[in-house]
């Protein structure tokens, strides 16, 4: 359950957090803000009143109070009382700061106090300080009022965006839940519904497709399992029963023949696991280390791999010089040999191996003068246990693999095979790979 509301928590939270610490600083902000706010509005009532009594101190009249929460005061310039009265509760500083028409605040006084002050000529030529202050009452409590109701607006709007938030997070991931129960439901070979929700709907095709691609790989990967189970059971059976007949029939001759079987047999298996097991290894993703693999020096090294004594003739074609592919040696070796060695078994005299570069490509063509492919059969040959003629690949020590690894390994390393007819009247395989700079 907590793992299940753990998005719709975390969402919350952060949401009520953020919240929370925008309007906290909000509120810190704004009770800051009220003071100045109090103190400029004592300024606009103070200033109509400092005017008064500037006006009445140059012409030399009586200073009297605008209101009786204003302090009218004239002082000499030295800040002592020129009106008669006590003196006022300010310092030196105070009375420098007022004659520079600077306004002072005294947050030292009960309750704080505001003082306005110019300097005004009397008739007789005299200086005199005119200040104009009151008390701000109510300074420090408004202030911490202001920040106690704030603080609380804050919080229970916080409450009220945890609430919206889950709400809407909840609402939002009704959805998901649906298709979360919709994708445990689903049995084989079937897809997700599509939402209205763009977001949803995406989401869905996208788990389609995931589910699509993994039916097709299972049905790869059992295809796959019978066709090489089918293909291993083939060998270990002859093997087994050239086994019983030698036990059966202990004779030095016919022993020797089942030997020669035996050998031939463990050979085509051995063939067929290294195969399977390469193919498994593409298929898993790995990939040996490529270089520059000089391709006229492993064809040349490949023809006299693949001859057979009494078979057809292999002629090697090659330009001067070296042609460098991208590739690993090994795997140069692999396609080379099989495409040799399937021409071979269906050639009748002659095979012929020519290594082309052109621009950024090499090419190598193999060429043999055997029955080749009918054409409705080149587009499967590269499959994995395809064969044109089932019993005759079998007799042949064929595997049905040859050609699935060449058109794998050439794959991933960025080239083509292709099949066609030859000029020789036979098959001709063609594969393209891309050139090495050394």
Known sequence: MSRRRSVRLRI?????????????????????????????????????????????????????????????????????????????????????????????????????????????????????????????????????????????????????????????????????????????????????????????????????????RRDEAADRLRRFTGDAAHELRSPVASIRVQAEVAVAHPDPELAQEVLADVARESQRLSALVDGLLTLARSDAGELPAASAVDLSVAAADAAVRCAVADGPAIRVHAPPGSCWVYAAPSEVDLVLDNLLRNAVRHARARVVLTVLTAGRTARVVVDDDGHGIAEEHRAKVFDRFYRVQDDRARSSGGTGLGLALVAEVVRRRGGAVRVGESPEGGARFQVTWRTASV
């Open 12 to 212: 919350t939270a952060v949401a009520t957090a953020g919240t929370l610490a925008v309007l906290l600083g909000l509120a810190l902000l704004s009770s800051r803000m009220i003071g100045p706010l109090l103190v400029d509005s004592a300024d606009d009532e103070l200033r109509p009143a400092l005017d008064t009594a500037v006006a009445a101190v140059s012409a030399g009249a009586e200073v009297r109070p605008v209101s009786p929460n204003f302090r009218t005061r004239v002082l000499d310039t030295a800040g002592a009382p020129a009106d008669g009265a006590a003196a006022p509760e300010l310092t030196p500083s105070d009375i420098r700061t007022l004659k520079a028409g600077v306004p002072v605040l005294r947050l030292s006084d009960s309750p704080p106090a505001r003082w306005l002050g110019t300097v005004a000529t009397a008739p007789d030529g005299a200086q005199r300080l005119v200040v104009v202050g009151t008390g701000l009452a109510g300074y420090d409590a408004a202030r911490g009022a202001a920040l106690r109701w704030l603080i609380t607006a804050a919080v229970i709007a916080a409450a009220a965006t945890a609430l919206a938030t889950w709400s809407a997070v909840r609402s939002a991931m009704r959805p998901v839940g649906r298709l979360r129960a919709a994708a445990a439901r689903l049995g084989a070979g079937k897809r997700l519904p599509l939402p209205e929700s763009r977001e949803l709907r995406a989401l869905a095709a996208a788990m389609n497709d995931l589910l699509a």
